[in-house]
């Protein structure tokens, strides 16, 4: 039986990291992000098909979750040597170039475990992207099959929604009144 995770403190983690220019390895914990809110997002595999596209397009954003004080972490099963490869290889060869924040290599699937959206049969991630508070509760949990990419306007959205800290009705849009 699944568990419910939303509203709950956020599964602890330490993954090993490369950073978005694929230049250099660390480590990273949730605690690192305690003080800011983080998307945390899973997707299946490195050099795959909608992956890129959704990488790339939270890249992209990342200077507008910057002003809202959120990071960004991705994370896969890979191991961070095929993270540093896909990010170093050109996108005309399948590559997925330099993004702005850390990809996290989650080899041993304990995290997607911890997290819910491992696919136990296949060894992979489900598309999991997760909102986590400056204290650790996790706010936020969508989960896509592997074939649809997720929406960074949404996510944005949900997010300032998040951080209002009032009642939002349906399609609330930073600007609206709260409940």
């Avoid at 390895?25 to 998307?39: H, I, P, Q, T």
């Avoid at 954003?61 to 959120?70: C, V, Y």
């Avoid at 986590?132 to 949990?141: C, R």
Wanted: hydrophobic share 40%; charged share 25%; with cysteine.
């Amino acid at each position: 039986m699944a568990e419910r995770l939303v509203g709950k403190p956020a599964p602890d983690f330490t993954m090993e990291t490369v950073s978005g220019d694929g230049q250099d390895f660390g480590k990273v914990s949730l605690s690192d992000y305690r003080g800011k809110w983080l998307v945390f997002f899973f997707y299946p595999l490195d050099f795959t098909f909608v992956c890129p596209t959704e990488i790339t397009a939270l890249s992209d954003a990342a200077a507008d979750f910057a002003e809202l004080d959120t990071e960004i972490l991705g994370a896969s099963i890979d191991s961070i040597h095929s993270h540093k490869a896909w990010l170093t290889t050109p996108k005309d060869s399948n590559g997925l170039g330099p993004i702005n924040f850390p990809l996290a290599a989650d080899i041993t699937k304990k995290v997607a475990r911890d997290y819910g959206i491992l696919i136990e049969e296949e060894g992979i991630a489900l598309r999991g992207l997760f909102i986590i508070d400056p204290e650790g509760e996790l706010k936020y949990q969508v989960v896509n099959h592997n074939d649809v990419g997720r929406s960074v306007e949404e996510t944005l959205r949900v997010l300032q929604a998040l951080q209002s800290g009032g009642l939002c009705a349906m399609n609330w849009k930073p600007g609206d009144k709260n409940l």
